[in-house]
């Protein structure tokens, strides 16, 4: 097996890779966007703007709810609320109810059922998107990315839409670069 000029083993190399995902992989199925260590306070976007961010879904993964967790800053007066999930195209396949005005307390996980589970039939990156609308947007644990610059390279994270409240947008037009990238727990 060639591994270039690495001289170690892979699997001890990489063993802090372990604390990121669950502790027990059989425990709770579920898919996210980065793993738990080095994560930080983020914005998410601007109120009643979209932020989508690139989530690997394999084939056969059946999505049925979205998980965002706040940072240091706790929502203040929400009006909506939403997460949807979409399609490598930036086509919308579900979305979550609109959770209006409940609240959303600082270092809090917030699950977000998707109105109707998606059972992925081909394996790549989705997008996971969460919109509110408040006085004070929640940040979120989350991590930064850097802009793509080599050809073929997509965003980690990115914002669209303006003036959204309880819909989702058919799509994902026109998506700007997010520096941001909130994490995302599909299950």
């Not at 969460?130 to 930064?144: E, K, R």
């Amino acid at each position: 097996m060639s591994l270039g000029t690495f001289r170690g083993v892979p699997r001890n190399d990489l063993g802090h890779l372990n604390t990121s995902g669950r502790p027990d992989p059989d425990a709770v199925f579920h898919r996210a966007n980065l793993p738990r260590t080095g994560l930080d306070d983020v914005p998410a976007a601007a109120t009643g703007v979209m932020c989508s961010v690139a989530l690997y879904l394999h084939e056969g993964d059946l999505i049925s709810s979205l998980t965002f967790i706040s940072g240091a800053t706790a929502g203040g007066s929400l009006t909506n609320q939403f997460a949807a999930l979409y399609s490598p195209t930036g086509a919308l396949l579900a979305q979550s109810a609109d959770k209006i005005s409940e609240a959303w307390a600082a270092d809090t996980a917030k699950t977000f059922a998707l109105a109707t589970p998606q059972r992925i039939t081909k394996s790549g990156v989705y997008w996971a998107a969460l919109s509110i609308a408040a006085t004070t947007v929640p940040t979120l644990a989350g991590s930064l990315g850097a802009k793509p610059v080599l050809t073929g390279e997509g965003n980690l994270a990115q914002t669209s839409g303006t003036g959204l409240t309880a819909t989702a947008p058919a799509t994902i037009a026109t998506p700007a670069f997010k520096r941001h990238v909130p994490l995302v727990l599909a299950s």
